[in-house]
């Protein structure tokens, strides 16, 4: 059962960085959030440890638009870093951290694909809403 352990917690760490781009930084209290979903759209994971600290987060993309909610389910602040892909969404791209417009809204390439860069703090025992949507979109 030793290997299968190894194995099962590699896969899991894996999953989580690669996949649904989940880091963070303990020291800094920066979460980094850059999800690759070839396969899914949306996900959402409630009151998951990472090291000491606990955190809530969803994911969904729709036609026209990505939202992204985060809690900190902790005692001191947190940052949130999101780049979020953006390929399938139109131009004229809009974001938003709880309603309130980012501007400029700052664009780049990651994993060979356009994407958003998003940040916001989040208080103690708050959440955040992060929206990129196509400013064609109702």
Known sequence: TGKSGWFAGVHSAVFMSRFLGVSYDAPARIFRFAPFLPLSEQFSWEDFPMGNDRFTLSYE???????????????????????????????????????????????????????????????????VDLTVKSSLST
Not at 67 to 72: A, P, R, S
Not at 81 to 98: H, K, M, Q, Y
């Open 61 to 127: 993309k729709v036609a026209g638009a990505l939202q992204v909610i985060f809690k900190n389910l902790n005692q001191h602040p947190v940052l949130i870093e999101g780049i979020f892909p953006v390929d399938g969404l139109e131009n004229f791209l809009t974001a938003s951290v709880n309603g309130q417009p980012v501007k400029p809204v700052a664009f780049m390439r990651y994993l060979k694909r356009e994407a958003v860069h998003v940040s916001a703090k989040v208080e103690p025992d708050s959440g």
